[in-house]
C-alpha cells in the first residue's frame, strides 16, 4: 500500500504476494473504519482499493510519529522561531500571512525544517500564532501572527493582571534604587520596597485590584 500524490487518488490494485501479505480481515477492518475504498472482487478475492482522505491523514500521522526526531521544545529553543516569524510577517507587503518555507529558509543553518515546524506547532498550541495547515501535508504552509507574538517580540501592550502590575512595580523599585545617587532617596526606596514585600504580592494585588475597581465603577 502506498500514498499517492494525486489529488483524486485513482484505484490501484494491490499487489499480493502471499496470504500473509495482504489479510482480508486487515483490509476489512481497514475499510469499516473509513480508512479504504475497496472493490469488491471475484469471492475470496480483494478489488482494486484506493485511501481515502481520512486513511492518508492517518497514514501522514503515522509516518510523522515513527519519523519525528526529538525536538528541544522549551522557551528558550521556540522564541527564536517566534522572532522569525515575527520579522517574515513583517516583510509580507499588503499581507498577514507569512510562507512557512520563508521561515524554514530563514532559520536553515540554525535549526532542520522538521524542528522549524514542530517549534510552530507549540506556538500554535500556547496562543502565539495560527497555522494554514493542509489534509496530508507534513508541515504548515502559512503561519499568522496572534497578539501575544507581538506583544513578546515587539514589545506591544498586553492584558496585565493585578500580579502584573505589582511585579512592575518592583522592578521599577529596584530601578530606582540601581538608579539614584542620594543616599536618603535610597533609603526610603528601600524601605518602601520592604513595607511592600512585607505585605506580601497577593495582598498588594488585591489591593491594587480592588482599587482599579472603584477607580472605575466596576
Not at 35 to 48: I, K, N, R, S, T
Not at 74 to 90: D, I, M, N, Q, T
Amino acid at each position: 500500500m502506498f500514498i499517492q500524490n494525486e489529488e483524486h487518488p485513482v484505484f490501484v490494485e494491490p499487489h499480493v504476494e502471499g496470504h500473509e501479505t495482504m489479510l482480508p480481515g486487515t483490509m476489512r477492518a481497514l475499510a469499516e473504519a473509513g480508512y479504504l475504498d475497496v472493490d469488491p472482487g471475484a469471492p475470496g478475492e480483494f478489488g482494486p482499493f484506493r485511501l481515502t482522505e481520512a486513511g492518508r491523514a492517518e497514514a501522514v500521522r503515522l509516518a510523522r510519529s515513527t519519523t519525528r526526531q526529538p525536538v528541544d521544545l522549551s522557551w528558550e529553543a521556540v522564541r527564536p522561531v517566534l522572532v522569525v516569524a515575527v520579522a517574515a510577517v513583517e516583510r509580507v507587503v499588503g499581507g498577514e500571512l507569512a510562507a512557512f518555507d520563508d521561515i524554514a529558509r530563514d532559520l536553515a543553518g540554525v535549526m532542520p525544517r522538521g524542528s522549524a515546524g514542530r517549534a510552530l506547532e507549540t506556538l500554535r498550541d500556547n496562543g502565539y500564532v495560527e497555522l494554514v495547515e493542509e489534509m496530508g501535508n507534513d508541515e504548515p504552509l502559512e503561519v499568522r501572527l496572534l497578539p501575544p507574538a507581538l506583544q513578546e517580540v515587539r514589545g506591544w501592550p498586553g492584558p496585565m493582571s493585578a500580579e502584573g502590575v505589582v511585579e512592575r512595580l518592583f522592578e521599577a523599585l529596584d530601578r530606582a534604587i540601581a538608579a539614584t545617587e542620594d543616599e536618603t532617596q535610597i533609603s526610603r526606596l528601600i524601605k518602601l520596597r520592604a513595607a511592600a514585600s512585607d505585605v506580601g504580592k497577593s495582598v498588594l494585588a488585591g489591593a491594587i485590584l480592588t482599587a482599579g475597581k472603584a477607580a472605575t465603577g466596576v
